[in-house]
């Protein structure tokens, strides 16, 4: 019954921006921290964002400065807005609930490419 959607992945070009949304049923995310991961092929997972319930962020090393996770309470949604996209970013982009339990998403494809 508990849902994540992923929207909005898609091709930018390197330097460009993107926003993705990560949309909740089942449960209301303004009691949950949530998260953003990110697999491209061949490597791990990492962690790239997360906000808590109290709206704390945190962001991995790696897009510090350039992506921004953010929340929309009455939408039931989570946003993370990437500026500044590198070819490295290339990832599956998976949205997660972090606490109390644990969602997944099955995920956004974002592809930086010229």
């Known amino acids: 019954q508990e849902q994540l959607v992923e929207s909005g992945g898609g091709l930018v070009q390197p330097g460009g921006s993107l926003t993705l949304s990560c949309a909740a049923s089942g449960f209301t995310l303004s009691n949950y921290g949530m998260s953003w991961y990110r697999q491209a092929p061949g490597l791990e997972r990492q962690l790239v964002a997360l906000?808590?319930?109290?709206?704390?962020?945190n962001y991995g090393d790696s897009v510090k400065g350039r992506f921004t996770i953010s929340r929309d309470n009455a939408k039931n949604t989570v946003y993370l807005q990437m500026n500044s996209l590198k070819p490295e970013d290339t990832a599956m982009y998976y949205c997660?609930?972090?606490?109390?339990?644990?969602?997944w998403g099955n995920g956004t494809l974002v592809t930086v490419s010229s």
């Open positions: 997660r609930a972090f606490y109390p339990k644990n969602y």
């Open positions: 906000i808590t319930t109290t709206g704390n962020t």
